[in-house]
């Protein structure tokens, strides 16, 4: 479990962000921390000061989360200065990022710029699997090119492969590792998936 004091990674997986956050952020502080405090000093009101100024003159992009009608339909279009006082605006991050280029680079947040921060954002669709499946296969007929151990006549042994990464799994991660027992299946399964669009050939290399 990831240890609910140090989440501020978990900020760099959204594009858009809320102005109090975003100034908490900036202050390197999480926004729920900062918040509980139920004050704000000058330092944060200067940077309010100056997010707001680039909002109001169009030099930050943002949304309007809009406001459920009676009708169960979403009005948008309020004024910017409406919109901040009711907190239905949120910062386009990408824009954001662009904005503090313009700063000097000592002002330049962490959850921006901090390459080591900068995430790969999760994708749970079935496009994303696909293209899991599609990089195994690819690279068990690397395997099968390099080593005729990685091959059953002329196609990929899959369970060869999965043997190896299984044994290479200990290696790295200890013996009480778990996940890569049935990995030969999954090679076998990508295999199967993609065996018509691996080119000929990759096949026959």
Known sequence: M???NNCLRYW???DHIRIDDAIALWCGVE???LASLNFETQCMSAKRAALVAALRTERLEYEDLGIVTARGQVFKGAPID???QKDRLVINKASLRRWFEQLPFEDRPAFLFDEARQAVLPDGSEAAEMNSLKAIALMAHLLAASA???RAGERPNSEAIGQAVNDLAKQFFGEEV???ASFHKKVGAALKTFSKEIPQRLRDS
């Open 2 to 4: 990831p240890n609910p």
């Open 12 to 14: 760099d997986l959204a």
């Open 31 to 33: 926004p729920a921390e």
């Open 82 to 84: 409406e919109l901040l």
């Open 148 to 150: 005729g151990k990685y």
């Open 178 to 180: 778990r996940g890569y």
